[in-house]
């Protein structure tokens, strides 16, 4: 009889040799015959819809016994997600696994591995898990691009074009490496249009930028493609800080006439250093949050929008010396606009509050912001009147590395 270990290597093998000719739609089978090579009864990929609030099965459309989503609050499924860690539950006499589903450190959903009864889950079994999961998120992934099975699974409502052209440039939410955190969310996300963000890690600068387009509907998403895109040829070009924000605002300005523009905020952090460099442009400051209090909102230097020709002819740049575990907020104005029925702002002091208590919590970046959306949600009834974009980024050291996603 195989060893577990035996057991996963054939699952691995398995998942690898189908992949190159499968088609998303495969994928259901793909991962519950995956599972059978590990003895499982049943096996199961929940992927995280667009507002990170339900986890929802990816299976075929006419599948013989369909699972049902799953809320991310209040359910051991949930916490699997939220506090990326594998956990173990028992219905009845079978046993089942529940383990992360990562993008890198970008959370997709959870694996849900169900074994028969009497087996025995130790280390190697949720090792075994582990690893399994690991692929199925590549596949996941990989085959998205080429159908559309994963997509309509996160979709729990129609979504307008300017939001899909939007969603198509994002980079993924989160990203984590050994030295910085950065982690972002777009709401509502079926009918966002003008605002974006971007970032990129490149040898010791994490790149990170968000605009907020004029107006609403496709010419607002326009505008912040436009924005997005000249941001990345010039830094892919190597050109500086400033030079970057002059670039975005040519370019916006001879595509879109001279009189529209973006609001935005464009920076770098130095990961070694903790130097934070950046631009405001027409854009609600950057708070800091150190040891789980708001220090001070970057608010010293701020520049004319983007695309309306005032910016001087020097850009200034802010400059910031970071304290290892420093948290930045950046945040779009449809954040702290966002009203109650009784016409009370979310406001600056309500995002502050939240952010230091979520950082004195020491909850991960990706895990707070996921959390504030849906307090703005409630906020406003559920229903968001703006754009209400925030990034987060955190500069972390070799003590501060538990801030994973």
Not at 91 to 110: F, I, K, Y
Request: charged fraction near 20%.
């Amino acid at each position: 009889m195989p060893t577990f270990d035996q057991r996963v290597l054939a699952a691995l093998r398995s998942l690898l040799r189908a992949s190159h000719v499968v088609s998303p739609d495969d994928l259901p089978g793909m991962i519950s015959g995956a599972g059978e090579q590990l003895g499982a009864e049943r096996t199961v990929l929940y992927l995280v819809d667009y507002e990170q609030v339900v986890l929802v099965p990816l299976q075929p459309p006419a599948a013989a016994h369909p699972s049902e989503a799953v809320g991310i609050d209040g359910t051991l499924a949930g916490r699997c997600f939220t506090d990326v860690a594998q956990h173990v539950t028992r219905a009845g006499e079978a046993v089942s696994t529940w383990t992360p589903v990562l993008d890198g450190t970008d959370r997709l959903g959870v694996l849900q591995v169900q074994f028969p009864a009497g087996t025995e889950v130790d280390e190697e079994v949720l090792g075994g898990c582990f690893d399994v999961a690991s692929l199925v998120a590549e596949l996941t992934m990989t085959r998205s691009m080429c159908g559309d099975a994963v997509e309509r699974t996160r979709r729990q409502a129609a979504m307008t074009v300017p939001a899909e052209l939007q969603w198509t440039q994002l980079p993924p939410l989160t990203c984590i490496s050994p030295r910085v955190g950065i982690s972002g969310v777009l709401a509502p996300a079926a009918e966002v249009a003008g605002d974006s963000f971007d970032y990129a890690l490149n040898g010791d600068t994490a790149h990170v930028a968000l605009f907020d387009a004029m107006g609403h509907g496709m010419e607002a998403t326009l505008l912040s493609a436009v924005a997005v895109a000249t941001l990345r040829n010039a830094r892919r070009s190597g050109v500086g800080l400033a030079e970057t924000v002059v670039a975005v605002e040519r370019e916006i300005a001879q595509q879109f006439g001279g009189d529209k523009f973006v609001t935005g905020i464009v920076a770098e952090l130095d990961v070694r250093t903790g130097w934070w460099r950046w631009a405001t442009c027409g854009h609600p400051a950057v708070m800091l949050v150190r040891r789980g209090q708001v220090v001070k909102v970057l608010d010293q230097i701020v520049c004319a929008p983007i695309g309306l020709g005032l910016l001087p002819d020097t850009v200034p740049i802010g400059e910031e010396r970071l304290q290892p575990g420093d948290r930045l907020v950046l945040y779009s104005d449809g954040v702290i606009e966002a009203r109650n029925a009784e016409g009370e702002f979310f406001g600056v002091e309500r995002l502050a509050d939240f952010a230091a208590r979520q950082a004195l919590e020491e909850r991960p970046v990706a895990e707070t912001l996921r959390r504030l959306n849906l307090s703005i949600l409630d906020h406003q009834e559920g229903v968001l009147q703006d754009d209400a974009t925030t990034v987060m980024v955190e500069w972390l050291t070799d003590e501060a590395k538990a801030s994973t996603p």
